[in-house]
């Protein structure tokens, strides 16, 4: 069976620091990633998603980059984190083209910036 | 384009009582339609979707949702609900799937079950 790993979990990090989240994909080959981030626990702001090694595509312009060094790993990244780059992010998958099946979601990776 | 409208940000029920979460979509062609269900400081779980066929969809934890072409929406529904069922209800929408998958989430909605 497939399964998502996110990790860390939690992390406090102070302003102008780098960042780096990495979500990892097991038990399925070449599936679409995603980065989502969620504010005030509320509504997902899609971030990033790939269909395919060194493919990123970026919805919104800001700090954060991702990038996809392995079929099945995604790594979410920051040079210089801000204040408003706090938030709950959650890395998802799908198996890609051709499917038209739901997303599987990890478990979050809570950041506070100070 | 493809939207999603959630239209309720609480929904207070008391337990035992049915519950409705609703959901309007926009998109071309034939949607499909997605309910996910979060818990705090969790990820989103998936409950149950509709993508063709019978217009009533059964999910887990006894979770439904109803397909209305006509009217553009896909509530969800549970027909006695339980406090652990509170929790964050989103709705998803996407169009055929081509190599960009990317479906639209709604706003969420929080459910709250009291006892």
């Known amino acids: 069976s497939q399964t998502i790993h996110q990790w860390p979990a939690t992390l406090v990090q102070p302003v102008g620091s780098p960042l780096s989240l990495e979500c990892t994909v097991e038990?399925?080959?070449?599936?679409?990633l995603y980065w989502y981030r969620q504010a005030a626990g509320r509504g997902l702001q899609l971030l990033f998603y790939?269909?395919?090694?060194?493919?990123i595509s970026s919805e919104v312009p800001q700090n954060l980059s991702a990038s996809r060094p392995q079929d099945r790993q995604f790594i979410l990244s920051s040079k210089k984190l801000l204040l408003s780059d706090s938030g709950f992010y959650l890395c998802?998958?799908?198996?890609?083209?051709?499917?038209?099946?739901?997303?599987?979601f990890g478990e979050g990776s809570r950041l506070t910036v100070l | 384009a493809q939207s999603v409208a959630q239209p309720e940000d609480q929904v207070n029920v008391a337990e035992g009582n049915p519950l409705t979460v609703k959901c309007t979509y926009s998109?071309?062609?034939?949607?499909?339609l997605f309910w996910y269900v979060q818990y705090p400081n969790r990820g989103l779980q998936f409950l149950l979707k509709?993508?063709?066929?019978?217009?009533l969809v059964k999910g887990s934890y006894g979770f439904e949702a109803e397909f209305n072409k006509s009217q553009t929406s896909f509530h969800l529904k549970k027909p006695s609900a339980l406090v652990s069922d509170s929790a964050l209800y989103f709705c998803a929408v996407s169009g055929a799937s081509g190599g960009s998958y990317i479906p639209t989430f709604g706003r969420g909605t929080s459910l709250i079950v009291h006892p």
């Open positions: 038990g399925t080959s070449n599936p679409n």
């Open positions: 509709y993508i063709t066929g019978d217009n």
């Open positions: 790939s269909v395919g090694i060194g493919q």
């Open positions: 998109v071309s062609g034939n949607p499909y």
């Open positions: 998802a998958w799908h198996p890609g083209q051709g499917s038209t099946g739901e997303l599987f």
